[in-house]
């Protein structure tokens, strides 16, 4: 049985003897392991069945830790650490050569995140390492929002969750990396291209849905659930294309006719983008218990956090 408790000595504990922790994130939970142990990186990668090709970020408490990690600070990265940390940006940056291979799958940058979750902050300014926290579902799956999603993934094969309640954001973090010294962004996320733009002026969007994508875990299909699931512009004419079928719905805006179906979420009465991101996935985990022939999503606006909604969404429905 897995251990659901706010114990933060307990996690502390079974983290400095290179176990894993599922660590709350304003964005959504982590796996969290010490960067230093490469048994206890190894775990990560086998309990999530994850690639090894594929990085994972590094979580910190205090700003002074990146010269720990990263052997240059930019100017701009500065800047927007300043804006978001501790929050839903991750930087990737040139890192030290004491950052193990594991955790940046071979490449000479690391993606680094100071979370804002108290828990995981308290948490972190206790251990004498940092820890690096993919998110905390088997690869592929839907990301957990919930210490419960975190123990219906793993219960028995992970010692703990610690529990820091819903997760506020929803989505994971926005990554930004930099190219001549631009801005750019390899993973939409919690905090929109606007915002970072705002700070930074210039931004590249790199948020490829290619085979062979920058940020290496942006693999087309994601954050899927185990229901066939479709992204469509208009739900009223594909319900009507697919009768008798036990359809779930994930929707943002009323239709304008009541719809005959098995179940619907709104993730916003009031087209609140902050709201729709903070329940896209806890809608996908109920919807995919109901055992449904279909999940149909429909299209958020393609604006601020619209946008990484509709990227998760894309990817959701490969
Ligand atoms: O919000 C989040 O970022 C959550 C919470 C737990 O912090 N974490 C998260 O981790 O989403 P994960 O492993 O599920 O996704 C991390 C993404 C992957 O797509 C990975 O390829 C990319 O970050 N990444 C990590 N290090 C990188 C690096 N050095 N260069 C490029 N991409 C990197
Ligand atoms: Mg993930």
């Not at 219960?155 to 001549?180: P, Q, R, Y």
């Not at 996320?189 to 920058?214: F, H, M, Q, Y």
Request: hydrophobic letters at 40%; proline letters at 5%; one cysteine or more.
């Amino acid at each position: 049985m897995t251990l659901v408790s706010k114990d933060i000595l307990k996690a502390a504990e079974i983290l400095s003897r290179d176990e894993l922790v599922a660590i709350p994130t304003e964005t959504v939970y982590g796996l969290a392991a010490n960067i230093y142990s490469d048994s206890a990186i190894k775990k990560i990668f086998e309990l999530k069945k994850r690639p090894f090709f594929n990085p994972l970020i590094v979580h910190i408490h205090s700003m002074e830790q990146v010269m720990e990690l990263a052997v240059d600070f930019p100017e701009k990265a500065q800047l927007l650490a300043k804006a978001f940390w501790p929050g839903s940006l991750t930087l990737i940056l040139k890192k030290q050569a004491a950052v193990p291979d594991l955790i940046t799958a071979g490449s000479n940058t690391v993606g680094i995140r100071m979370p804002h979750h108290d828990l995981t902050l308290k948490l972190l300014k206790s251990l004498p390492f940092p820890v690096a926290a993919p998110s905390a579902n088997p690869f592929t799956h839907i990301s957990p929002t919930t210490a419960q999603h975190v123990k219906n993934y793993f219960d028995g094969a992970l010692e703990m969750v610690l529990d820091g309640g819903d997760c506020k954001n929803g989505i994971e973090s926005t990554i930004v990396g930099f190219e001549n010294k631009e801005a750019v962004v390899y993973r939409l996320g919690s905090i929109s291209i606007e915002d970072i733009r705002a700070v930074v002026g210039n931004v590249t969007l790199k948020n490829n849905k290619d085979k062979a994508p920058n940020a290496p875990g942006m693999l087309e299909k994601h954050y899927a659930p185990q229901t066939k699931t479709y992204l469509v512009e208009n739900i009223a004419s594909f319900i009507a294309q697919h009768p008798h079928q036990k359809i779930g719905l994930l929707l943002h805006i009323k239709e304008s006719k009541e719809l005959e179906v098995a179940k619907t979420i709104y993730l916003t009465e009031t087209g609140d983008l902050k709201e729709a991101a903070s329940k896209l996935y806890s809608a996908m985990h109920d919807l995919d218990k109901l055992d449904l022939d279909l999940i149909v999503a429909q299209r958020l606006p393609d604006t601020g956090l619209g946008k990484s909604i509709n990227d998760r969404l894309e990817r959701a429905t490969k």
